[in-house]
């Protein structure tokens, strides 16, 4: 059975991995009773499967607590109202609210920002996600509020710590609104006014202070300013997870852990973790999807600054068209006919030095896939080194 939890929920940041009906452990129960359950004919494969064991617990148990309602986050403030850009001219007019969060990550360089909004009057062009211009559909936290002076702005984030500008994969999806009652609750003014509503995170390398005085600006389908709303700490933050009640879905939580090494060049042999997701429903095919986490061991040292390039597989997360490691396939798996362009563009991981391995390590990230879980079931996942070859694979499976 599907287990299900509220998009509010991961908006907290709450300890949904325990909600998700145990499924984020049951790998660690399975592991044990193969293993009592085998003869130790050879006590080296046995000491092998039980390190194996430990580390999985070890993995799921900082799963839990990295995800638990004590998580080091700090609320940094509130985009809104919004004012248009003066050189927009599209009779759109966006209001809304973005909610940004600070959240630690295990190096600086993963220090990351979450955001969660619900906007109204983006752009209806957006329906099927980004386009291949630069910020298409894209919202960003810039340095300064360009809507004030005319131009643009920098993309806040810590460029010592990161290889690309991390802000040019975040976009949203539009969802008409055509249903007279919603149209009369928000607002909105005509029958072609499209809303989003998402939550993601961002790793910037910066902290809560350093990220404060930033503004958030939404662009349209071609990549230009549509309205920017400067980040104020004064509303509440707990009016978030209240708000994406409203047009948001279940969740259903899969999992892929027992990573193959993919027979190849790439000098990762021993990748070690686990993926979990958990379905984003929408109203319509482009706005389903899902939101990642990821804790793994021995990844790449060289993406310690996270991928080289947003529109390549450096450091690379991407679920697959493949359904068996064996006959593997790096077709990445989206629905063409609902989604623009490939959402698993420049989605990766950023590694750091643990103890005595290297890791890598994130809070949730969502991608819009015009899939729902049951799509992705037995599908395969890979994770790819700093040059894009791909290192390791398992499927996804539900318990």
């Not at 148990?61 to 080091?72: G, H, K, T, Y």
């Not at 920098?154 to 008409?176: E, G, I």
């Not at 993406?303 to 359904?323: F, H, L, N, R, W």
């Not at 629905?335 to 750091?352: C, K, L, M, Q, R």
């Amino acid at each position: 059975m599907f287990a299900r939890i509220a998009l509010s929920t991961i908006a907290g940041i709450g300890a949904f991995v325990a909600a998700a009906e145990g499924d984020s452990a049951s790998c660690v129960g399975e592991a044990s009773s193969l293993l009592q359950a085998t003869p130790i004919a050879n006590p080296e494969a046995a000491k092998r499967a039980m390190t194996g064991s430990r580390r999985m617990k070890t993995v799921q148990r900082r799963i839990v607590e990295s995800n638990a309602v004590d998580l080091p986050m700090t609320f940094v403030g509130t985009a809104a109202p919004f004012e248009n850009h003066p050189n927009y001219t599209d009779p759109h007019i966006v209001f809304g609210e973005v909610w940004v969060s600070a959240l630690d990550g295990i190096s600086n360089s993963s220090r990351s920002q979450q955001l969660t909004w619900k906007l109204v009057d983006v752009d209806p062009l957006c329906v099927k996600g980004r386009g291949t211009a630069e910020n298409s559909c894209g919202i960003r936290l810039t340095e300064s509020n360009p809507c004030k002076g005319g131009g643009d702005a920098k993309s806040l984030y810590d460029q010592s710590a990161r290889l690309f500008d991390p802000w040019r994969r975040v976009s949203y999806t539009s969802d008409l609104l055509d249903d007279d009652a919603e149209l009369a609750t928000t607002g909105a003014p005509t029958e072609e006014t499209a809303k989003t509503v998402l939550v993601t995170s961002v790793e910037t390398g910066l902290t809560a202070s350093q990220v404060k005085s930033g503004s958030i600006v939404v662009h349209d389908y071609s990549g230009k300013i549509m309205a920017c709303g400067n980040l104020k700490s004064a509303l509440d933050a707990q009016e978030a997870p209240a708000l994406l009640q409203q047009g948001a879905g279940p969740l259903t939580a899969l999992q892929a852990y027992r990573f193959k090494r993919i027979p190849g060049p790439s000098n990762l042999t021993d990748v070690f973790g686990q993926v979990l997701v958990y379905e984003i429903m929408g109203r319509d095919t482009p706005l389903l999807g899902h939101y990642l986490l990821w804790d793994f061991e021995d990844v790449d040292v060289r993406c310690a600054k996270g991928p080289i390039s947003p529109g390549s597989k450096s450091c690379g997360i991407q679920i697959t068209s493949s359904t068996s490691c064996k006959t593997l396939s790096e077709e990445p798996f989206y629905n063409p006919d609902a989604v623009e362009s490939d959402p698993w563009a420049g989605v990766g991981y950023t590694s750091a030095n643990g103890s005595d391995v290297v890791v890598a390590r994130n809070v949730g990230i969502s991608v819009l896939t015009g899939h729902d879980s049951p799509d992705i079931i037995d599908h395969t996942v890979i994770v790819h080194d700093f040059d894009g070859v791909p290192a390791a694979c398992a499927s996804f499976k539900i318990k």
